[in-house]
């Protein structure tokens, strides 16, 4: 409640003062505003006590040199003296009394002073990250830091990021402004995939072939994975990877900034890159293997022979060489079984061992991995996968599948690091999947990531403490470039940042949406999203039976302005209030503006206004599940838009579509149209026929109209419109029969498999 109290005093400050008054991320644990600031100059000094440790002065010299590229100030890092102790200077203080844990810290400004203490180095390094907001975020301006009292700790001690480099290759001087990033948000942990089937990332001298062949892609998938039958690839080489001198330079670089890096080398599976450098290492060395040029999974994994274990031993001494920190991880995940299923040699091994399946074969293999790591002083971390067969004794488990796995994890008395996919992969798309970035798939708006609760609520207070935190993962198979990079983290990663940090029971988005707002100026020279201002549209039918359109924006304190008729909206066109009535089939366009200035926040969307709509309708098969739950998609006026999405479309695996809607009263019917999706290589097939009827009673069906829907098996993904012309028919029901095109053919990788068909909205006019 006392937190709560410190929000409300602050949401009350904001409004009071100027935007760039406190504008926190994460916001503290206690805060109260006080009157006035406190200004720095050219007069002002940096002072740390002569018996301070070198870690603390660096401290200071790191926010000295932050100061100067932001503010222009040239401020000097001096030892504690009488003569500086009541000036108005910047005092950094250990305080071994104070409550707070490693990280935790007091900061007190007044126009007379500035106090950070903390108990560490780390501390003092959070208490000068806020001191960095707090400070204008330009040299324009005078260097002022507006007075108040804080004392702030973090929730969680694990708070991450992972970025995937085997995809993609990033530079060193990008890693380090990552880092950078991560730092000012207080998140503490680098986790470096730098091993996959694309590509091996880090130099190993006893293996040079490593680097030699397996950083060397020969090209990549053209589109998304599913977007061509058959795939199509650019012809430019993907390379790179980091020198030891160069990971030895990042680790101190992270470790001046109190982010831990924990590097990832894959296995059993994602290992396809170090099978083309030593083939010896697979099932079947004489396969060939190549670095997968393909995204997804390789059935090509290690094979768990002495030769295995020797060379990764080799390979996890030379990491552990490089990386001081805890945790080495060893990835565990989607590790296909076919290559062991069809090797004698792990048959027999699964006898020898007492194996039952595997599954328990793979837990061999992490076991001994463990056991080895565990006789460096080390531990390993993986991904849920590894409690499939039983798990080692001492790992940590990152639970990436939903939240099952880290309960299962923490009920076994494991620690667990939390992130799910639905809410902590920042690959997914997170605006109009039609007009943003090429992504893997998926939707993950802002205020979704900033909902998320790390702490499962299935466990018990004892058991909750297995939870170490959470951490956002980046994977960039659609992430060519650092820019791209920047683009799909930020600023999600701030708002999970926020989670991972801010005490529990307080968070509030619309509090977040207006600091980030005006803090998102501080990301200069990031191609950050502007996703926060967005604008999103629903509908709903009054009480007259009349169509209604609903925006909804994040951010709060902004305007909307839209038109109707197809012009480009501005500040003079009409500002929206409340539910907007349609009569016809229009296309909507909306902006937001904030004291007049766009926001960058856009929408163009289409709303069909038809006899079908909003219209109750019945299955006589059943769709996938939670494919249409209501059900309601069929008739919601939004089309599908792109097979980039599939939020508007309802799937039917394996089974025809057997749908019939009610349009309340016997009505002229003239034409029934719907779209269908063609996504042949991901098993999305279009109909092989289609008919639509329609009746009077909903018992004799007449005017049914057959039609073949006619594409081509390959090239690109596509959305076929099927239209069937009634001319004088009069029916309250329209059914709607589409044939499931049965199996893939041969010559598709899922030859002899069930097909699915995808439709959207059901257009009756």
């Not at 500040?571 to 229009?586: D, F, H, V």
């Amino acid at each position: 409640m006392k937190h709560l109290l410190f929000l409300l005093l602050l949401s009350s400050t904001v409004l009071a003062q100027s935007d760039n008054q406190y504008n926190l991320i994460p916001f503290p644990a206690r805060f109260s505003g006080q009157e006035g600031h406190f200004t720095a100059t050219a007069n002002t000094r940096i002072v740390v006590s002569p018996a301070t440790d070198a870690t603390v002065k660096a401290v200071a010299q790191t926010f000295a040199g932050q100061a100067k590229t932001t503010n222009g100030l040239a401020l000097a890092v001096v030892p504690a003296s009488p003569a500086l102790a009541k000036g108005a200077n910047i005092f950094f203080t250990l305080n071994k009394k104070l409550n707070l844990g490693d990280e935790g810290y007091k900061l007190t400004i007044t126009p007379a002073r500035v106090l950070a203490e903390a108990a560490t180095a780390k501390g003092l390094f959070y208490a000068a990250q806020t001191m960095r907001q707090l400070l204008p975020v330009s040299a324009a301006v005078p260097a002022t830091m507006p007075a108040c009292a804080i004392t702030d700790k973090p929730r969680f001690g694990y708070r991450g990021l992972m970025l995937d480099v085997g995809r993609h290759f990033m530079p060193v001087t990008f890693v380090k402004k990552f880092i950078d990033l991560m730092a000012m948000y207080k998140q503490n942990t680098f986790h470096w995939h730098l091993t996959e089937d694309q590509g091996w990332r880090i130099e190993i001298k006893k293996y040079p072939k490593l680097t030699q062949i397996g950083s060397k892609r020969a090209e990549s998938i053209v589109g998304q994975y599913y977007q061509n039958y058959p795939q199509q690839f650019d012809g430019k080489p993907v390379t790179g990877f980091y020198t030891q001198e160069e990971i030895k330079d990042v680790v101190r670089y992270a470790q001046s900034r109190f982010v831990t890096i924990i590097p990832e080398i894959e296995m059993p599976g994602h290992a396809q890159a170090a099978l083309a450098a030593y083939p010896e290492l697979g099932c079947d060395p004489a396969k060939g293997y190549q670095v997968f040029t393909k995204w997804g999974v390789s059935d090509d994994v290690y094979c768990p022979s002495e030769k295995t274990f020797t060379f990764l031993q080799d390979v996890l001494t030379e990491v552990i060489a490089l990386f001081p920190g805890k945790y080495i991880h060893i990835g565990g995940d989607e590790c296909p079984k076919t290559a062991w299923k069809q090797s004698a040699f792990c048959q027999e091994l699964m006898k020898k061992n007492n194996l039952k399946d595997e599954h328990e074969l793979q837990s061999y293999f992490i076991r001994r991995m463990e056991k080895f790591l565990n006789s460096k002083g080390r531990s390993i971390i993986g991904w849920d996968e590894i409690l499939e067969g039983g798990l080692a004794p001492n790992a940590t488990v990152m639970s990436w599948r939903g939240t099952e796995g880290g309960i299962a994890a923490a009920k076994q008395k494991h620690t667990v690091v939390m992130t799910p996919g639905g809410t902590c992969y920042l690959d997914s798309y997170q605006g109009n999947p039609a007009t943003e970035p090429l992504a893997i798939g998926g939707y993950l708006p802002l205020d979704k990531v900033y909902a998320y609760e790390p702490m499962p609520t299935e466990l018990s207070a004892a058991e909750q403490k297995y939870i170490l935190g959470v951490q956002g993962n980046i994977w960039t198979e659609y992430m060519p470039t650092p820019e791209s990079v920047e683009y799909m983290a930020f600023p999600r990663a701030i708002a999970l940042a926020e989670v991972a940090w801010m005490q529990p029971g307080v968070h509030n988005f619309e509090d977040f949406a207006q600091r980030l707002k005006n803090h998102l100026p501080r990301l200069t020279g990031v191609n950050y999203a502007k996703r926060l201002f967005d604008i999103s549209a629903s509908t709903q039918a009054n009480d007259q039976g009349q169509i209604q359109v609903l925006l909804k924006k994040l951010d709060t304190d902004s305007q909307i302005f839209y038109t109707l008729n197809g012009k480009e909206p501005n500040a003079q066109s009409t500002e929206y209030i409340g539910p907007i009535t349609l009569t016809k089939t229009t296309t909507l366009r909306a902006i937001t503006q904030t004291g007049g200035m766009p926001t960058g926040g856009r929408l163009t969307q289409t709303f069909t206004l038809h006899k079908g709509k909003n219209k109750p309708y019945t299955y006589a098969l059943a769709p996938d599940r939670n494919s249409d739950p209501k059900p309601a998609k069929l008739t919601d006026g939004v089309r599908g838009d792109t097979p980039r999405s599939r939020r508007e479309w309802v799937n039917f695996y394996g089974s025809d579509m057997d749908m019939t809607i009610d349009l309340g009263d016997v009505t002229s019917v003239t034409k029934v149209s719907l779209n269908f999706l063609k996504i042949i290589l991901e098993k999305g097939f279009p109909p092989s026929s289609v008919e639509i009827a329609l009746s009077k009673d909903g018992k004799e069906y007449k005017d049914a109209i057959a039609r073949p829907v006619n594409y081509d098996l390959t090239g690109p993904w596509d959305i076929l419109p099927v239209v069937a012309d009634f001319k004088t028919a009069r029916a309250r029901y329209v059914r709607i029969r589409a044939k499931n095109a049965g199996v893939c053919p041969a010559g598709h990788p899922n030859a002899g498999e069930k097909t699915w068909l995808s439709t959207d909205e059901i257009v009756v006019e």
